[in-house]
């Protein structure tokens, strides 16, 4: 045998101790990962990964670990502990009670022989909570990208909604073939069956849309690309090896059925170095002994990593990195990690382009070829800082200029960012507001080691905080430094700590916590822009219209409420099941925080952090302030009444695959 590295004796010292007690325990395969590593990244099987993954010895000391950590970082600081115990929300949203502690203990209580099993329970009851900000993602078993050839979506068409091939990728030429059955079942419900697992949404057609194919913007590719949903993609290792559809194509009079049984197209998230089960261990698995990120450096960290502690207060979801990987692969192809291919939508000819007037980072404009008038903002991102709020101005001028008098926003593919955007990118419709009006009240949890935190980071700025858009960093305190909070009670930042020291303990669904009073982030007030008072849509909600198909997430969500639940401007929400109501966003919260930006601001206050971080390299995160609507005490993560969009859209073969014709339909429903 090679040398052993002290993590992977570790490892194999409690392996030994576990054959002790279980003789359940089989013994790991010795070639396990040598022929994923052999592949270097191209033709990979399911037998490849599925061997690979079954190799890894369960580690009973990192499990343990493990459970720790999450219980620490969920009991204590996760803010929707509490809420998530609600035994019934409102519709749109519909999501069974979770005890995410309680789910933690009896995973504690279950005797594993599989390592890979132990995780993805773990993973699976934190996705439960449908929280996108509650993650727990090891890498080890995160790895590897499974990606379907064959892509659905659910059209309406005469009245009827039915499952059909969006795009196949093997150019087979199955678009719009009905998918009748998958893996033997109805597939319609397969579909669903997958998007009841999905972190996405309390809002099952919210996680519906999430299963399914849809188009986003991706600023690399310069236009729209399909996602092809998460029945198609997935991050954990799928049941089988393959997929059987069985379908039917053709029109009405000569229907021909076709079965087709299609592999997984496997591809790895990052270009890791492993030769065997024991290096795989050693470099994909475990954290590095010092703490140091392994992938830091790694030409393709954002694809696992989609946003760096640094630069933003909040976490996408995991999800969108299947995305992520895809367009960065139409735009660029990486040498070291093939990408699944990238199904290019064939635009029906009765919608020419809309006209692309202006592209930022995190918002493109259009005009609409055919009614001019008409002018859309594709929202991509809430990562709005200075030089995007110029640009947003400038642009806005420009569809004044062009004759523009209505707007569509549209957040269908809207990512998350900044948790403060929403109220700075209200103000490019409806200036002149107080500061105040500007303010979404919200709380975090606190706990004595906040407390003692808080005590020593206040006002701690980091050279961001005063850029708009970006207060957040969790440079410096973060969000434990309380001179970044506005103070109710004295119309002002806090000037003094006592947002973390005058408390209040409250009990929901039974269970006691202690919180911050209600608090908001710093207010900011653009300067003022005089050209804003000539723009028809300016303060007037009746020429904005915002499509949505329920997955405008976190910041994105906090920018949909404030136009639409705050300035009422009407919301279209398309997609979902026929004739039920879809959500305008998900995961509506104030603030997350990765176990390396917490640990990160105890760092900066010289103490230890109460948490460890998970001794498997991961994505681990939590929710640590939530936002209410005013004169509500639900917090607005569950707060359903708040969700449901004021009109509902089908989609149909041809809006689902040309954003010209969604728009059309917007404006047509909107402005005759
Ligand atoms: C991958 O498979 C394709 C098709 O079977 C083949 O042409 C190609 O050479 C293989 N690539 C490698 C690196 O084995
Ligand atoms: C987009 O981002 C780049 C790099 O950060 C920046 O230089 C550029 O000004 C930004 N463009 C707009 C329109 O905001
Ligand atoms: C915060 O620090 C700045 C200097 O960095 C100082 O001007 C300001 O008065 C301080 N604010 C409070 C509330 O202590
Ligand atoms: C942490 O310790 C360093 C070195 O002693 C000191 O310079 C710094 O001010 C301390 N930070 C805080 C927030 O107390």
Redesign the pocket.
Known sequence: MVSYSIKTLILSLSVASLANVSLAATPPSVNGCSALAA??G??ITYADVAQCYASIPFNMEAARATLESLTTFFDDYYVSRDPALSPRLTKPLQSDPVDIVAKLKKIGRTRYTSDREFHTDVYEAVESLHDGHAVYAPYCYVAYIFVQPISMYAPVINGKQELKVYKDNKGRGYEDCTVVKIDGKNGMAQVKKRASFLMNSKDPNVRLNEALASMAYKPKAGGFVVYPGQFAVRNLLPERATVRYELQCGGSKKVKKIVVEDEWVINPQMPWQFTDTESYIKNVCLAPADGADASAGSLRKRDLVSISSERHDEVYALNKRAFDVQAAAAAAPSPTVTSPLVASPTLPSAYPEAIKIATGNNTVFYQLKDRPTIGVIVFIAALIDFNDIDFTYQSLETLYQKGVTDIIIDVVSGDGGYANVGPDFAQFFFPNKGPLDKLIKMNLRVTPAIQQLSAKVFNSTDGGYSKMGNMFSLKGGGFYDSSRFFDFANNRLYTDNSLYTDTVTETRNGRKAMYTKMTAYKPTTHPANANLAKYPWTNNPSRLRIITDGRCLSACANVVYYLANQYKVPTYGIGGTKGQPLSKYQYAAAGAVRQEGFVEMFAFGNMTSPLKPTPYQAIVSVVVAEFFAPGSKVPLEFDGVRYATDYRMDYDPVNARSREAMWTQVAKAAWK
């Open positions: 592949k270097q191209t033709n």
